[in-house]
C-alpha cells in the first residue's frame, strides 16, 4: 500500500509502512476506522501499539520525580496517549499528591484537558488542600460548578479537609450549604470535615450539632471532636465525651488517646490519664512518638515525673517534644535547676523547648537568667515565635529593662514576628512598668483588635504612673466601646483613685462593680479601698471596711492600712495592723522593719528597740534593699553597701560628689526611718550607701547628659532616697524614674508624680 493512498489526517502521523504492514491488527483497525469512523475523530493514540499504551501507564504508576513524570509526558504527546482521560488523571495525581508532585505543572496539565472528569476536578482541589493552598481549592470548586460538573461524595472531604481558620471564616458556612443542596450532610467525611471547620470558626456548639446528628459509628468523628474541644480549651468537655465514647464500646485509635491525654494534661486529671495509658496496653496499640511524646506530657503535667521519666527511658526514638516534655514537667514542680540540666542535655533545641525553659524561669521570679537564656536562644540562631516575645517582654516588664524591651520591640517589627493582641498588649505592660507611658499610648492606638485586657494594661499602667484622670477617662471609653471590665480593670480603676487621692469617686467605681458590671469584689478590691481612704487620712474608715469585709481580710489589706499609719504617723493603729498581719504571717520581716520606721518617726525609741530585740529572738531578717538598672542593654543589680560591682570605685567618687552637690542646694539626710541603735554620724553613712542611691551615680556616669535614670527598687523607697531623688532630677536636669515595691516615683524639675504621697 504506497503512503500516498493512505488519507492524509493519517498521513501526517509519519507512520513508517513497513511497520503497518508488519503488524497486520493494526493494519485492521485502520481499515476499520476508515470505513467506520469520521476521520476527523482519529488521534494518534488509535495507532499507539497496546505494548507501548502499558508501557506508558506502567511508567506512569511506578513514577517518583517530576523529571520522569515530565518524560512521560512528552512520550503521552508523542504517541497521542495524553487524550486518554486515565492517562490525563495519572498525570495530574502525581503532580497533586505525590511527595515530589508539583501543582503549577498540575495545572498546565489540567488546562490542556477540555472537559476534565469530576475526578480531575477533585484531585486539583485535594492538591491545592494538600500544600495548604485552600482559597485556590475553592476557586476551583467554583470553576468546577461553572463547567457545569457537578461534585461527587469525594469533592466536599478534599475541598474541606485541613482548612485554615480565616478560610473556615471566609468560606465555611457558604460550603456548608453546598453539602446540603447537593445531598451529601450525611456523608461521614463530610461531616468530619464540618465539624473541624466550625471548631476552626469558634462555633463548636454548631460543630456539636454536626456531631450530635452524626451516626457517630467511626471514631474519626469522634476525635474531630475531641480536637474541637481542645482547639477551643473545652478540655471537660473532651473527657466527658471521652466517657461517653467509652459507654458505648467504641475502638478508640492512637488519635483518640493523644487528644484525651492531652486534656488529662491540661486538667491535671491523673485518674483518666492512667485510665487511657491501660487502654493504649489493652489494645496493644502500637507505640508512635506521638502517643509516647502525650504520655510523658499528661504525667509530667500530673506531677508524676518518675513515670513520665520511665516512659522517656524506654522510647526507641526520642524527637525534641518528648525533651521538652520532661524539661516542662520538671518546670511545673518548680525544679528549675533539674528542668534547665534536662534541658542542657537535649540534641536538638526548638523554639518551642526555649520559650518553655524562659518561661520556667519567670515564673520563678528569675528574670535575668530569663534574658541570659534568651540571649543564648539568639546565638543558637533559633527564630523566637510571637510566644517567646511575650515572655521575654514580660521579664523586661519586670526588670524595668527598657532598651532591651524596645530591642525586642524593633526584633518584632524587623523579623515580622506575628504581631497580635498578645504581643500587643505585652508591649503596653512593658512600657508602663519601665515608666514610658507615651510608648505604651503609642502602642495602644496602633491595635486594630483591642480586647479588654488591652484596656486594663492601659488603664493599670496609667494608674500606677500616677495619670489617675486620664485612667478613668480611659475607663469611659472603654465602655463606651462596649468592652466589659473584669476584676482586674476594676483594680486599675480603683488604683487610679487612690494615687490620686479621688476618695468619692472611689467610692463610686467600688459599688458600681456590683451594681453595672455583677462583679462581686475581691479581697484584692478591698484592699484598695482601704489603702484609698487611708492615705486620705481616714484610718477608722479604713478599719470600718475591713471590719465589713463579706471575707477573711489578708496580710495584703492589714499591710495597706499599716503602710497609711507610717504616712500619717498613727502608731496605735499600725501596732493593731502589725498584730493581725503576724498572726496571718509570723515571718513578714518587712511589717517588723515598717513597724521599727513608725516608731522611729514617732520617736518611740523604746517600741523600737523591743521589735528589734523581738526579730533577733525570732531570726527575723530585714530583706535587703535591692535596685536594678539597665544600661546599654544590661541589667546591673545593687544592694545597700555593694562594692561587688566592677566599677565600685567611681561609683562611690560619684557618690561623694552627688552628695556635696546636692547639700550645695540645702540636702541634708533624714534618718528618721533608720532604727540601728547607732550614732548619728554612722546613721548618715547607712543612709547615703542605699541601693537606689548607687544605682543613681551609676546611671549618672554611664549615661548621656539629660538621660532618663530609671531604677527599680524591690522595697518602697525610703523617705531620704526619695528626697535625694528629687534633688538629684534638679541638679543634674534628669528625669529620674523610680518603680519601687508600692508605686511608680517620676521624679521631674526637683518634685515627685506621688507628690510626696507613697
Not at 451516626?215 to 482547639?231: H, I, L, P, Q
Not at 518528648?322 to 533539674?338: E, H, K, M, P, Y
Not at 495584703?556 to 497609711?564: E, F, K, R, T
Not at 538621660?707 to 534638679?730: E, F, G, P, Q
Request: net charge neutral; aromatic share 10%.
Amino acid at each position: 500500500m504506497p503512503l500516498s493512498s493512505i488519507p492524509s489526517n493519517i498521513r501526517i502521523l509519519q507512520i513508517p509502512l513497513n511497520f503497518l504492514k508488519q503488524n497486520s491488527l493494526i493494519f485492521t483497525q485502520i481499515k476499520m476506522f476508515t470505513s467506520s469512523t469520521s476521520l476527523a475523530s482519529i488521534s494518534p493514540a488509535h495507532f499507539t501499539p497496546p505494548s507501548q499504551q502499558t508501557l506508558l501507564v506502567t511508567h506512569l504508576e511506578t513514577c517518583k520525580s517530576m523529571d520522569h513524570l515530565k518524560q512521560i509526558h512528552s512520550q503521552t504527546i508523542k504517541t497521542g496517549l495524553f487524550t486518554n482521560p486515565s492517562v490525563q488523571n495519572k498525570l495530574i495525581a502525581f503532580c497533586c499528591t505525590h511527595e515530589n508532585g508539583n501543582m503549577d505543572y498540575a495545572c498546565q496539565v489540567f488546562d490542556k484537558i477540555p472537559q476534565p472528569t469530576v475526578f480531575a476536578w477533585n484531585t486539583m482541589i485535594k492538591g491545592y488542600s494538600r500544600i495548604d493552598l485552600h482559597r485556590n481549592g475553592v476557586l476551583m470548586y467554583l470553576d468546577m460548578l461553572n463547567s457545569d460538573v457537578k461534585p461527587d461524595h469525594y469533592t466536599f472531604p478534599f475541598l474541606l479537609k485541613g482548612f485554615s481558620r480565616d478560610v473556615a471564616l471566609k468560606f465555611g458556612k457558604e460550603l456548608h450549604c453546598h453539602v446540603v443542596k447537593f445531598g451529601f450532610g450525611s456523608n461521614v467525611f463530610v461531616q468530619n470535615a464540618l465539624i473541624n471547620v466550625y471548631s476552626l470558626c469558634g462555633e463548636i456548639d454548631v460543630a456539636q450539632g454536626i456531631f450530635d446528628m452524626s451516626c457517630k459509628e467511626d471514631a474519626v468523628t469522634w476525635n474531630a471532636m475531641f480536637s474541637g474541644y481542645n482547639r477551643m480549651k473545652r478540655y471537660e468537655d473532651t473527657r466527658k465525651l471521652f466517657g461517653e465514647m467509652e459507654l458505648k464500646g467504641l475502638l478508640s485509635t492512637s488519635v483518640t488517646f493523644v487528644l484525651v491525654l492531652s486534656a488529662c494534661a491540661k486538667l491535671k486529671d491523673l485518674d483518666v490519664g492512667k485510665r487511657v495509658h491501660r487502654y493504649v496496653k489493652e489494645c496493644n496499640i502500637e507505640p508512635n512518638l506521638i502517643l509516647e511524646n502525650a504520655l510523658i506530657d499528661m504525667y509530667a503535667a500530673c506531677g508524676e515525673m518518675d513515670v513520665a521519666l520511665e516512659i522517656f527511658g524506654m522510647m526507641k526514638n526520642r524527637d525534641v517534644i518528648s525533651w521538652t516534655g520532661i524539661v516542662s514537667g520538671f518546670l511545673n514542680r518548680g525544679q528549675v535547676d533539674l528542668a534547665r540540666e534536662f534541658f542542657d542535655d537535649m540534641p536538638i533545641k526548638d523554639y518551642v523547648s526555649w520559650t518553655a525553659m524562659i518561661d520556667g524561669y519567670l515564673r520563678v521570679n528569675r528574670f535575668k537568667e530569663a534574658l541570659t537564656l534568651f540571649r543564648e536562644m539568639q546565638t543558637s540562631n533559633i527564630r523566637p515565635d510571637e510566644f517567646t516575645m511575650v515572655s521575654i517582654l514580660s521579664a523586661c516588664a519586670h526588670l524595668g529593662a527598657l532598651e532591651l524591651g524596645e530591642w525586642i520591640k524593633t526584633y518584632i517589627d524587623k523579623y515580622k514576628v506575628k504581631n497580635d493582641t498578645f504581643v500587643g498588649n505585652a508591649l503596653i505592660d512593658m512600657y508602663c512598668k519601665c515608666g514610658n507611658v507615651e510608648k505604651a499610648r503609642s502602642i495602644f492606638r496602633e491595635i486594630l483588635r483591642k480586647d479588654k485586657f488591652t484596656w486594663t494594661a492601659m488603664i493599670v499602667g496609667l494608674a500606677i504612673n500616677g495619670h489617675g484622670q486620664e485612667a478613668l477617662d480611659m475607663f469611659s471609653e472603654m465602655l463606651r466601646a462596649s468592652i466589659t471590665p473584669d476584676e482586674v480593670t476594676y483594680v486599675g480603676v480603683l488604683c487610679a483613685c487612690t494615687h490620686t487621692g479621688m476618695v468619692d469617686e472611689g467610692r463610686k467605681y467600688f459599688s458600681g462593680m456590683t451594681s453595672q458590671h455583677s462583679i462581686e469584689p475581691n479581697v484584692t478590691h478591698y484592699g484598695c479601698m482601704v489603702d484609698l481612704l487611708g492615705r486620705a487620712g481616714r484610718l477608722k474608715e479604713a478599719l470600718e471596711v475591713i471590719k465589713n469585709m463579706p471575707m477573711k481580710p489578708n496580710s495584703i489589706v492589714w499591710g495597706a492600712l499599716l503602710g497609711a499609719c507610717r504616712v500619717h504617723k498613727d502608731a496605735e493603729m499600725a501596732e493593731m495592723a502589725v498584730k493581725q498581719i503576724l498572726e496571718l504571717d509570723p515571718d513578714n520581716g518587712a511589717v517588723y522593719v515598717l513597724l521599727c520606721n513608725i516608731y522611729a518617726a514617732c520617736n518611740r525609741l523604746d517600741n523600737l528597740r523591743e521589735v528589734r530585740q523581738l526579730m533577733l529572738d525570732r531570726g527575723i531578717k530585714k530583706t535587703p534593699g535591692c535596685s536594678l538598672i539597665e544600661m546599654n542593654g544590661v541589667v546591673h543589680e545593687f544592694v545597700a553597701g555593694d562594692q561587688s560591682h566592677p566599677e565600685t570605685g567611681e561609683i562611690y567618687l560619684k557618690l561623694e560628689k552627688m552628695t556635696s552637690d546636692l547639700k550645695f542646694v540645702g540636702y541634708l539626710p533624714d534618718t528618721s526611718e533608720v532604727f540601728l541603735d547607732i550614732g548619728e554620724e554612722e546613721k548618715e553613712s547607712a543612709v547615703y550607701r542605699h541601693s537606689e542611691k548607687l544605682a543613681m551615680a551609676f546611671g549618672l556616669i554611664n549615661s548621656e547628659p539629660g538621660a532618663t535614670i530609671r531604677i527599680v527598687k524591690n522595697l518602697r523607697m525610703c523617705v531620704d532616697c526619695h528626697r535625694v531623688a528629687k534633688l538629684v532630677s534638679k541638679v543634674y536636669d534628669r528625669e529620674v524614674i523610680v518603680r519601687d515595691k508600692t508605686r511608680f516615683h517620676h521624679f521631674r524639675d526637683g518634685s515627685c508624680s506621688c507628690k510626696d504621697y507613697w
